[in-house]
Every structure is written in C-alpha cells, then in structure tokens.
C-alpha cells in the first residue's frame, strides 16, 4: 500500500509516505509557514519515495487537536489532493499520534493550546491496541483530569509550557516527562495503516480539523 500522512497541528510541518514496507519522512520546524512550505515539501517526499499522487491509495492526516492555522491548512492539502485524485483519507488525533511517537506503554499526552491552557489526554496500550483512560480535552494547567492506575510518563509540548503547573497537579501519577516529544507524520502514518487495510478510509470531504476549543481568543471577561 502507498499512502502519505500528514501531520501540521504544532508548529512543525511532519509528513511521512510509505511505499509498500518503505517508509520516507520529513519533519522540520515550520513556525507559521505552514501554508508556504507545505505544497513543496509533500512534492518533494513524493519524489523520494519514488511515488507519484497518482500512485497513492489514500491519505492519513493529524486531525487536531492543535494550532487552528496548521490544522486547517493541513485539512485543506489534503481534501485537495485527495479529491483530485478519488483519494480516501483518515484521521489520526494529534495527542494519540504524540502517544504512539513516545513509544512508551502509559502516556499522558500534552501540548500547549496558548491561552493560558493545555490540551491533554491519557492513553494506555493493551494487547498492542491504544485504549484511553481520558481526553481528548482543553483545561488549564492547573485543572487537568488526573488519571488513575499508577504512574504514566508525560509526553508533549504542554510540559515544557507549563511544566511545574501540571507536576503539581498530576503528582504522584506523572513519572518521567519528555517534553520535547512531538506527534509526528509516520506516527499518523502507523495508525493509519491498518485502519486502510480494515477499508475505514472516508471520503476527502471527510477530512476536517477537530478543534476541541470553539475560538481563538478570550473576550476580556474570561480572561
């Protein structure tokens, strides 16, 4: 199977292509040039990997949630190419795609959504499947849901951000913390993987950003 993943919900512009059991990334600091910088570089991995988007069965993207530019921009390249070509799509979250990228069995996933707040979400692996004990969801620091079943590893942007805030509120559930861990395309692409082979791909249209937070900014009286 030839697929392209997408991941643009940090501030890193991720892509990943697999050309049968043949995998090529891409991953690279894009800041806000997401929408400069993200036509060229899926040409040029396609070229790598020897692929044409003719030669693609489908497309994996990070669906959110993350920064609203990159998730839309990202959501845009993909319904595009995907409906030029008859492409199926699916999408991966961005906090399960940071859990998958950790390696790790218990991780609690967290990235900043500015503001003065996280998004976070807890998954376990079992049996070799991602279940989830929490999440996805948007709180401040300080307010984060606290997971049972003993001690997970923290993973995630969110940590680096807001570090001591979420030690103090986590306590004795947090253990080691890899705050420089990001989701990651090929993360998106191993997800997505057998979700194609089970025939769950849906139509581009399909592929829409998943927020979690309804706005960008805060009217005084929130804040």
């Known amino acids: 199977m ?3 993943a997408i991941e643009s919900s940090t501030t890193f512009l991720s892509l990943a292509a697999c050309r049968g059991e043949e995998v090529f990334t891409h991953h690279v600091v894009a800041g806000q040039r997401h929408a ?3 036509l060229g570089a899926v040409s040029m991995l396609l ?4 692929l044409g988007l003719g030669d693609l069965d489908g497309i994996a993207y990070g669906e959110g949630p993350g920064s609203f530019t990159g998730l839309r921009i990202g959501c845009g390249v993909v319904q595009g190419l995907a409906l030029a070509r008859g492409l199926q799509v699916i999408g991966v979250g961005t906090l399960l795609a940071l859990a998958e990228e ?6 609690y996933a967290c990235i900043d959504a500015r503001m003065g707040e996280v998004y976070s979400a807890a998954y376990y692996r079992d049996a070799g499947a991602w279940q989830m004990a929490h999440g996805p969801g948007l709180s401040r620091p300080q307010e ?3 997971p049972g079943g003993g001690t997970w590893s923290g993973f995630g942007g969110g ?3 807001h570090g001591q805030a979420l030690r103090d509120r986590l306590g004795g559930a947090l253990g080691r913390v890899e705050a420089d861990v990001q989701p990651t395309a090929a993360a998106v692409l191993r997800l997505a993987v057998p979700r194609f082979d089970r025939g769950e791909g849906g139509a581009p249209e399909l592929a829409v950003p998943v927020y979690v937070r ?5 009217k005084k009286s929130e804040q």
Do not use: C, Q, T
């Open 2 to 4: 030839n697929l392209l």
């Open 36 to 38: 400069e910088m993200i």
């Open 47 to 50: 070229a790598r990997a020897g």
């Open 102 to 107: 950790s390696a790790a069995d218990k991780v």
């Open 144 to 146: 984060v849901p606290v």
């Open 159 to 161: 940590f680096a951000v």
């Open 214 to 218: 309804d706005k960008v900014a805060r």
